[in-house]
């Protein structure tokens, strides 16, 4: 198994340019979440998904917006870029089950300037 | 909602030496606490994990408490080796399924092994 893949590993943007980083995982997991990673800071949930179609807001949501149309896929879009949102992003999917374990991907490092 | 703190914010031991990583959480809902380990350039892995009904929880060199009435947990590893460097991050999560996905985190703890 791949485990959580995640693309691009870098990415630069313009103020108000928009992007959208994927995220996949390849064990069947119900759940996958989005965390941004700042310096000095632990990770903050954007976005969570419990299941195919089924998508709701975590601590900070503003300028994202997801979507979970399979499985395996969530993809993390970003409107406007602005540099508040220069950060280090990373998926996570875990079983909908007693385990809660999160396996998390490699991340993607995003300036934007 | 809830708010987990994390001490120290950074942590230097000599090789051999145990090393003890503190959290608190403010939520009483929350009865899982997974710690994860970060290294550079990766994404957390999970070390170790403990729920509310245990108080301890041993795995090697890795150990963590609970004291689930003051809100404390703690992360113990034993005779630290150099590839124990890297940052630490405590989590809480509320139990259920429906919150399998939404951990808070603390701001992590970085520890260097001198050899």
């Known amino acids: 198994n791949a485990g959580v893949t995640q693309t691009p590993k870098f990415q630069v943007l313009k103020t108000g340019q928009s992007m959208t980083l994927q995220c996949a995982q390849d064990?069947?997991?119900?759940?996958m979440s989005w965390y941004r990673q700042d310096p000095g800071m632990g990770l903050r949930l954007i976005h969570y998904s419990v299941g195919a179609g089924i998508t709701d807001q975590g601590e900070v949501p503003n300028g994202y917006n997801v979507s979970r149309s399979t499985t395996e896929d969530f993809p993390l879009r970003l409107l406007s870029a602005a540099p508040s949102q220069t950060s280090v992003y990373f998926c996570a999917s875990s079983y909908a089950d007693i385990s809660y374990e999160q396996y998390f991907g490699p991340g993607t490092r995003l300036t934007v300037t | 909602g809830e708010n987990v703190e994390q001490h120290p914010s950074t942590l230097s031991v000599q090789e051999g030496d145990s090393a003890v990583i503190k959290c608190t959480h403010s939520?009483?809902?929350?009865?899982?606490f997974p710690w994860y380990k970060q290294e550079l350039g990766k994404g957390p892995q999970l070390i170790i994990d403990?729920?509310?009904?245990?108080g301890e929880k041993k795995d090697q060199r890795i150990a963590v408490t609970l004291n689930k009435t003051a809100k404390h947990f703690s992360l113990h590893i034993t005779e630290t080796q150099p590839e124990d460097s890297a940052v630490y991050f405590c989590?809480?999560?509320?139990?259920?399924?429906?919150?399998?996905?939404?951990?808070?985190f603390g701001d992590g703890t970085t520890l260097t092994v001198k050899p």
């Open positions: 403990i729920r509310s009904n245990v």
């Open positions: 989590a809480a999560q509320e139990g259920g399924n429906t919150n399998a996905g939404k951990s808070t």
């Open positions: 064990m069947n997991h119900e759940y």
């Open positions: 939520d009483s809902a929350s009865n899982y």
